[in-house]
């Protein structure tokens, strides 16, 4: 009987290992499903909505191949229309049934008023946007990340549904038209290992069982009742046989050493065979009790109804400083002013042109301070869906010790964020509490009664605070402890006037005035019904005769005759210095006053007083 259950225990074995051996061969389904996107009409671009990378589950692959350097991009789907909008392309899309579609999609063409003055220079224009060749889309601040690699395009992305890819060459070239895309199927197979370990263990089972029964065969072999007398034996006188009857001693073994041997065998090949059966088992062929993990409290904040998308993602800040950053260092050591233009704009332009043309002529004059991309500690960025559109950014260098706040803009869809405002942040500053970059920030309107000071009326009121302190009507909206410009500015300029004096005081005259400067504020709310406001003041150094005798002389000071272009003048000199700077302002309601939070103050400009 023990060799019946061993025989079954042996059967049952084989046929649970062969089973889950099957599920990982014969029965296991393929890794991915993919879909080919077929493209009848050759483009410089292919443009794959995101509806067709999420029609099937998990993570996608995109390929494409063609030869050369293939680009593919990503970004939200607005964005993506918006840079497309004067490109003829190729429209990927899931039509209401699951089908993949691809469309062409051709701009329309730019109607011509054949009656107005401009006719002719319409009509040329149209001509030549025909012959210039596409635009590249690779290094676009628009895109929230990109991938190039040459002849097969490979990668791994997590489309959401809201966002589209690009697949181009160089925007000239046709776009590849062998692409697909792939999603991973779930092909793991949990019952192989237990199937396969159950089978090991039956069949060492019936090893066992197999064993027992050979030991009760032997046991029963034995004598079941006592047997006839035999003869007697007589001893064999091996002697008296000679060299012919020589006796014979057998050197086969036992019984039970064969036995011995053969149980040993028997054993040692079900032990390989299941030590190899469990090596082989990978952890997607065992059941996965993996506990529900619990989930953290965090602060929920949601956008208000309406709001339109935040302008750039943090990752995406983050590529577009660092890019932004090594064209102004280039631009710094070359003194390239037009290279400095392709990343910088407005005020922060401005100070940087005249630090060039100093630094030209001059050679003790700094360098700026450097345009710093990492570590990026926070992203505000602008929520809005058109042009143009700007974000907020601060870079705290510990290694430096710097602290800056900047505003980046993009002008339209094809045009790279330039610099616009720049400035350092005290080491004290505490910022307001900022939405996070996934949402981002509506920008306050200019004449916005929301603040306890319109942020077009802010640039005016604090040059106002500057040239008349306590005096000035607006001088309790701003808070005296924080503000670290306005001693600056007053110290400094007690220095100046004590130096003028000790020449000139008989012969001319110091005079000091602030302004607010001609460029826009820029505003983006905060949580607290506030605003981080940035403005431009102009403080403005005015060197006058009293003498109609005398004559203002620049022996001491190179910068203002290099940026006048005279060495003397008769009615003097007039030195602007550009101060960037941001602020936080209240809401109406709120008891606080306005701080200060971060300020860059350069010298602008010389020019001879008329």
């Known amino acids: 009987m023990r060799f019946v259950w061993a025989v079954a225990a042996f059967v049952l074995a084989t046929v649970l290992i062969v089973a889950g051996i099957a599920q990982r061969t014969v029965f296991q389904g393929p890794p991915t499903q993919t879909a080919s996107i077929e493209v009848e009409e050759p483009a410089p671009y292919v443009v794959i909505d995101g509806a067709v990378f999420n029609s099937l589950p998990g993570a996608q692959t995109l390929r494409a191949h063609a030869d050369g350097d293939i680009l593919a991009a990503y970004g939200r789907t607005a964005d993506m229309d918006a840079w497309m909008a004067d490109a003829t392309y190729n429209q990927v899309s899931l039509t209401d049934d699951g089908t993949i579609e691809t469309t062409l999609v051709e701009p329309e063409p730019a109607v011509i008023d054949e009656e107005s003055e401009d006719a002719a220079a319409e009509e040329d224009a149209a001509e030549d946007s025909e012959l210039a060749p596409g635009r590249n889309p690779a290094g676009s601040d628009l895109w929230l990340d990109e991938f190039q690699q040459s002849d097969l395009l490979i990668a791994s992305m997590q489309v959401p549904a809201d966002m589209s890819v690009l697949v181009a060459m160089d925007g000239t070239t046709p776009a590849p038209t062998d692409i697909s895309v792939s999603w991973p199927i779930d092909n793991s197979t949990p019952l192989a290992g237990p199937l396969i370990a159950l089978g090991g263990v039956l069949m060492a089972v019936g090893v066992f069982l197999y064993i027992l029964g050979i030991q009760h065969v032997r046991r029963s072999r034995g004598p079941r009742r006592k047997g006839l007398p035999l003869p007697v034996t007589e001893p064999i006188a091996v002697g008296a046989l000679g060299d012919e009857g020589k006796g014979v001693i057998s050197s086969t073994p036992t019984r039970k050493s064969i036995t011995r041997g053969r149980r040993a065998f028997a ?107 990492k570590p990026l500690e926070i992203v505000l960025p602008q929520a809005y869906d058109l042009w143009p559109r700007s974000f907020m950014a601060v870079v705290d260098d510990e290694a430096s010790k710097i602290a800056t706040i900047m505003v980046l803009t993009q002008d339209d869809p094809w045009a790279d964020y330039r610099l616009s405002t720049v400035g350092r942040l005290e080491a004290s500053t505490s910022l307001p509490a900022l939405a996070p970059a996934y949402i981002g920030a509506p920008q306050v309107q200019p004449d916005s009664p929301f603040l306890i000071l319109p942020p077009e009326s802010l640039a005016t009121a604090y040059a106002d605070v500057i040239n008349n302190g306590e005096d000035s009507e607006y001088y309790g909206l701003f808070d005296e402890e924080t503000d670290v410009l306005r001693a600056q500015i007053d110290e400094e300029r007690a220095a100046r006037l004590k130096e003028f004096n000790e020449t000139a005081t008989n012969t001319g005259e110091l005079t000091f005035s602030t302004r607010a400067g001609d460029d826009p504020p820029f505003a983006l709310a905060t949580l607290e019904s506030g605003a981080i406001v940035a403005v431009t003041i102009v403080e403005s150094d005015n060197v006058k005769p009293t003498d109609d005798d005398a004559v203002i002389k620049l022996e001491k000071n190179p910068q203002v005759e290099e940026l006048a272009g005279v060495d003397e003048s008769q009615t003097g000199f007039t030195t602007d210095y550009l101060d960037q700077v941001f602020f936080y302002v209240p809401g109406q309601g709120s008891t606080e006053k306005i701080r200060l939070l971060g300020f860059s103050s350069d010298i602008l400009g010389a020019k001879v007083i008329k």
């Open 267 to 373: 054993v040692l090949p079900v032990v390989a065979v299941s030590a190899l059966l469990f090596t082989g088992c990978a952890p997607d062929v065992w059941p996965q009790f993996t506990a529900e993990p619990t989930p953290t409290p965090t602060a929920t904040i949601v956008a208000p109804e309406g709001q339109q998308a935040p302008a750039v993602t943090k990752a995406q800040a983050e590529r577009i400083l660092t890019k932004v950053a090594a064209t102004i260092s280039e631009a710094d050591e070359a003194l390239d002013d037009d290279l400095a233009a392709t990343r910088m704009s407005g005020p922060a332009l401005a100070t940087r042109d005249t630090n060039y043309t100093l630094r030209d002529a001059l050679d003790d004059v700094a360098s700026p301070d450097p345009i710093l991309s």
